[in-house]
């Protein structure tokens, strides 16, 4: 049965695949990291593009099927010290534009102090790009070395606003040369335009949730997308309404990617 699903599954690849690139405008052109936080095997969450760079669970950070917005789970942080780490690998470590693309889901409010949600460090800086819940505000805190460059406080209205807690968002921040374009729920909230235009990058793991210098936020993330370009405004919508969500490679089939499956139960 399994393989007849396979099958099916290809041959409805093969007839609809010009239908699916007249249709959505999102590519999967750059997309270097994948993770779905749908399960966990052996401690570790799998690189959906098939490219081995899989995450590892660290100090109580648990995929969770409570809270989701595609597939069967999403990443809960909870503890401080929790994190997922992502081993460096070549276009991690070089890439210059870049987007980063994802849900989350604030368990809690600020806490006093800077807490991590993702940070990329390089050596000797820790924001290409760094992203925190600030002590004081639900806003996000998204910045770039050399001269801590971005948004300095940021929610879903723009500069100076707060997210809420127990709700999913969409976030996407794209940096194309020297401006970062902040966007939540697909549209566009604040640009930055003071963007180095050499970022600091190097051979650092990523960091979701603790990273070396700070403790974690408490969230659940879902659906992180790691390109090593800046996307267009329409490909952000796109990827938020679900059209580059992966078939998951079984056999010898590879991995497609877009409107062909629109959950992965």
Same mark, same amino acid.
């Given at each position: 049965?399994?393989?007849?699903?396979?099958?099916?599954?290809?041959?409805?690849?093969?007839?609809?695949?010009?239908?699916?690139?007249?249709?959505?405008? /999102?590519?999967?052109?750059?997309?270097?990291?994948?993770?779905?936080?749908?399960?966990?095997? @052996? @401690?570790?969450? *799998?690189?959906?593009?098939?490219?081995?760079?899989?995450?590892?669970?660290?100090?109580?950070?648990? &995929?969770?099927? !409570?809270?989701? /917005?595609?597939?069967?789970?999403?990443?809960?942080?909870?503890?401080?010290?929790?994190?997922?780490?992502?081993?460096?690998?070549?276009?991690?470590?070089?890439?210059?534009?870049?987007?980063?693309?994802?849900?989350?889901?604030?368990?809690?409010?600020?806490?006093?102090?800077?807490?991590? &949600?993702? #940070?990329?460090?390089?050596?000797?800086?820790?924001?290409?790009?760094?992203?925190?819940?600030?002590?004081?505000?639900?806003?996000?805190?998204?910045?770039?070395?050399?001269?801590?460059?971005?948004?300095?406080?940021?929610?879903?209205? $723009?500069?100076?606003?707060?997210?809420?807690?127990?709700?999913?968002?969409?976030?996407? @921040?794209?940096?194309?040369?020297?401006?970062?374009?902040?966007?939540? !729920?697909?549209?566009? *909230?604040?640009?930055?335009?003071?963007?180095?235009?050499?970022?600091?990058? $190097?051979?650092?793991?990523?960091?979701?949730?603790?990273?070396?210098?700070?403790?974690?936020?408490?969230?659940?993330?879902?659906?992180?997308?790691?390109?090593?370009? #800046?996307?267009?405004?329409?490909?952000?919508?796109? /990827?938020?309404?679900?059209?580059?969500?992966?078939?998951?490679?079984?056999?010898?089939?590879?991995?497609?990617?877009?409107?062909? *499956?629109?959950?992965?139960?």
């Amino acid at each position: 049965m399994k393989l007849l699903t396979y099958l099916c599954i290809a041959t409805l690849t093969i007839m609809w695949g010009g239908q699916l690139s007249s249709h959505a405008a /999102v590519s999967d052109d750059g997309l270097i990291l994948y993770l779905g936080f749908d399960k966990e095997s @052996g @401690g570790k969450v *799998k690189d959906g593009t098939g490219g081995g760079n899989d995450g590892a669970l660290t100090a109580g950070a648990e &995929i969770t099927t !409570d809270e989701k /917005v595609h597939g069967a789970g999403s990443l809960e942080i909870i503890d401080q010290n929790a994190s997922v780490q992502v081993e460096s690998f070549q276009e991690l470590a070089e890439y210059q534009d870049n987007s980063y693309i994802f849900w989350i889901n604030f368990i809690q409010g600020s806490n006093g102090a800077w807490s991590q &949600i993702i #940070a990329k460090p390089a050596p000797g800086a820790d924001r290409s790009p760094g992203i925190w819940v600030r002590p004081a505000e639900l806003g996000i805190h998204y910045r770039f070395n050399p001269g801590n460059k971005g948004a300095g406080y940021v929610g879903p209205d $723009g500069n100076n606003t707060q997210f809420e807690t127990k709700k999913w968002y969409h976030i996407a @921040g794209v940096r194309a040369g020297t401006k970062l374009t902040f966007y939540v !729920d697909g549209v566009a *909230k604040a640009e930055y335009n003071d963007i180095p235009a050499a970022i600091d990058q $190097g051979a650092d793991k990523l960091f979701i949730g603790k990273s070396p210098r700070y403790r974690a936020a408490t969230f659940h993330l879902d659906e992180l997308y790691i390109f090593n370009r #800046a996307l267009s405004a329409d490909e952000i919508t796109e /990827v938020k309404d679900g059209l580059l969500l992966p078939v998951e490679p079984k056999d010898k089939l590879a991995t497609t990617w877009g409107k062909l *499956k629109s959950h992965r139960d």
